[in-house]
């Protein structure tokens, strides 16, 4: 009994933390402070408040939470993007996660050297740790929001691609700081790694389709568990074989994204809710191991406040400003990507690297990561509107919808639409009876204000309205969301 009561106080611990985490975000919003922010900070002043809380996880247990947190909250992000979206922004994307990383990194360590004094290899590590942007902070900056232009795609489509780049550079130099690597060797690591990283996506992303659409399975419950073993299959497979992991985990959820397939949207909201609960995991994890009573205030407090604002107003505008010169993106764009680069779990993770590695000055390392990070979520995170704003890029909240009106079918639907009437749009104003939507075409319902109405041939629509279209149509979207007006004489 005493162990079952002393299991019942650890979950009950561990319950009321997620719940407060969970409702945090409220808090999030109406401080306009990113969530991460706020679990990171959180958890960081309670582990100094609490002793007892640190001890629970060693600095390799926080590594392996990490790993599989950003599996998934990386999987998700594939499936966000789609590979329609990340083809229109492949260049701009590529060029930043590949090239901007080492270039960040390079630029970085040389500042660092040359400001502070510290040797080249701390120097290196802090710029490697600190170059790629952080999938966590960017799509929960930017995921319950609409970017006009380019930008949005851009900033989430590299920071899936850079953090595998970032994880192979510091591997690499921490090789070489161990007496057990070379400059070569980083190089041919490097391209094995993204070749087979690559390629197991590419196949894992492919063979995941097929069986999304033509494996048929007993309940409904099961897709996204499908999708969940087959995210961690394509991981391991990756990393057996000497390849990244976490692009290939990338790749294929970006290959899976503009897939129809039965119950994909299940899939879909499984796999956005297991990236938050990732999200609020691996900063909680990573604040745990922050001791703020030994960080010394001038090696780490100011020389990271000082490596901040390096590497958010001269490292990374310089490289964003180099690598896009000739992309066809307008100038409030390049500066939008310029400062919504944001870092968070992964430098911290890099960092930690480090420490498991016993490299000389990790804790400083791993010290000026975290002001880096807070630095970033905090201050980054809370200006990415203004500076939208400011740059002349519409940024939107995306209103939820949580109530889901939905008719299971057998079989997938070829003639189904779903439309909602536009303003001065050829329905707006104008009865059922009197639109020209085809012989074979009807409208079967009809949304208007959170209530469902009878779709009857004198019902009048109006702006706001949302239909339902069952039949072939070839105007309906011209009808409906504008268009040539194509109504009854």
């Not at 996660?97 to 080492?102: P, R, Y």
């Not at 489509?157 to 850079?162: K, R």
């Not at 409904?220 to 087959?230: E, F």
């Not at 490596?307 to 100038?331: C, D, K, S």
Request: net charge negative.
């Amino acid at each position: 009994m005493t162990d079952a009561a002393e299991f019942g106080r650890v979950v009950l611990i561990v319950a009321v933390g997620f719940a407060v985490a969970i409702l945090s975000s409220r808090i999030s919003g109406r401080l306009r402070v990113p969530a991460p922010a706020l679990f990171l900070a959180a958890a960081t002043v309670s582990s100094d408040l609490i002793p007892n809380l640190a001890p629970l996880l060693t600095i390799h247990d926080v590594e392996r939470i990490c790993l599989v947190a950003l599996i998934v909250i990386l999987f998700d992000g594939g499936m966000d993007i789609g590979v329609t979206r990340f083809r229109e922004s492949l260049w701009p994307i590529v060029s930043l996660g590949v090239v901007g990383t080492f270039l960040v990194a390079g630029l970085l360590a040389v500042l660092v050297h040359a400001l502070f004094g510290a040797s080249w290899t701390t120097s290196l590590l802090i710029g490697a740790a600190l170059a790629p942007t952080d999938p966590a902070v960017v799509f929960s900056v930017l995921g319950g929001s609409e970017v006009s232009g380019r930008s949005d795609d851009i900033l989430k489509g590299e920071s899936g691609v850079n953090d595998p780049v970032g994880i192979a550079l510091v591997i690499g130099l921490l090789d070489i700081a161990t007496n057990s690597g070379s400059s070569l060797g980083i190089a041919e690591d490097f391209a094995l790694q993204m070749a087979v990283g690559l390629a197991v996506g590419v196949i894992g992303g492919l063979a995941l389709g097929r069986a999304m659409r033509d494996l048929m399975l007993p309940d409904s419950a099961l897709y996204p568990l499908l999708t969940l073993s087959a995210a961690g299959i394509v991981y391991g497979l990756a990393s057996v074989l000497h390849g990244s992991g976490f692009l290939a985990v990338f790749v294929t959820g970006v290959l899976i994204a503009d897939l129809r397939a039965p119950y994909k949207a299940e899939i879909e909201h499984f796999h956005k809710a297991l990236a938050s609960l990732g999200e609020i995991v691996v900063f909680v994890a990573l604040g745990l191991t922050i001791d703020l009573g030994s960080l010394d205030l001038r090696s780490v407090w100011l020389d990271g406040l000082a490596v901040a604002v390096l590497l958010t107003f001269l490292a990374r505008p310089l490289v964003v400003a180099a690598l896009l010169a000739r992309a066809r993106l307008t100038r409030g764009e390049k500066v939008f990507i310029a400062w919504a680069g944001m870092r968070g779990a992964v430098p911290i993770l890099l960092a930690a690297f480090t420490l498991l590695e016993g490299v000389d000055h990790a804790n400083r390392i791993y010290g000026i990561v975290f002001v880096v990070v807070m630095f970033s979520v905090v201050v980054q995170g809370s200006l990415v509107p203004t500076v939208a704003g400011r740059v002349g890029l519409r940024m939107r909240q995306i209103h939820q919808e949580p109530w889901d009106l939905s008719v299971r079918l057998r079989d997938e639907p070829q003639e189904v639409g779903r439309y909602v009437v536009a303003a001065g749009s050829p329905a707006d104003g104008v009865a059922l009876r009197d639109l020209v939507l085809g012989e074979r075409a009807w409208i079967s319902l009809i949304m208007r204000d959170g209530a469902a109405r009878q779709a009857r041939g004198d019902s009048v629509l109006r702006a706001g309205d949302e239909v339902l279209v069952l039949g072939t149509s070839a105007h309906a979207q011209a009808v409906f969301e504008g268009g040539s007006r194509t109504v009854g004489a």
